[in-house]
């Protein structure tokens, strides 16, 4: 039976995600995007469900070792959809909380754009949040 991949192009650069999924029964899924799609978009180069599809297999092979061609595939773009950090910014982050602190501003940072953007990261950043302005930890 042929393998599925399904390419979705936006924040997240690499296989990382799918490699697991290729060990799995059900069908891989190949993420590309971030800097990749980025260089891309600046080279002018017109971004096709072909070339998707064709980047996808090709990196499927190279880092998953999965040489047989797809018997189907779906491409999906999803542009800007994961937050994707620039240089310096935990230090940008660093100085804000600083200013925060500093003139006493009754402002929290929660949520992806800040210390991470798996789900995980998201529950724990509103967490910390939700600590910072009550003052104490949940009683659990």
């Not at 310096?88 to 100085?95: A, N, V």
């Not at 500093?102 to 949040?129: F, K, M, W």
């Amino acid at each position: 039976m042929g393998r599925t991949v399904v390419v979705l192009g936006g924040g997240i650069s690499g296989l990382a995600a799918s490699y697991h999924l290729s060990r799995a029964p059900c069908p891989p899924k190949v993420m590309l995007g971030g800097s990749w799609l980025q260089t891309l978009e600046a080279s002018g180069c017109v971004l096709s469900q072909e070339l998707f599809q064709q980047r996808a297999q090709e990196a499927a092979a190279t880092q998953l070792g999965l040489k047989e061609l797809p018997s189907h595939c779906l491409v999906h773009l999803h542009k800007n959809c994961i937050p994707q950090y620039t240089l310096g910014h935990w230090q940008k982050l660093e100085s804000a909380r600083q200013f925060l602190a500093t003139h006493r501003l009754p402002l929290t940072l929660a949520g992806a754009s800040y210390e991470g953007v798996a789900v995980n990261d998201c529950i724990e950043s509103g967490r910390q949040a939700a600590v910072s302005v009550m003052g104490t930890e949940p009683n659990s």
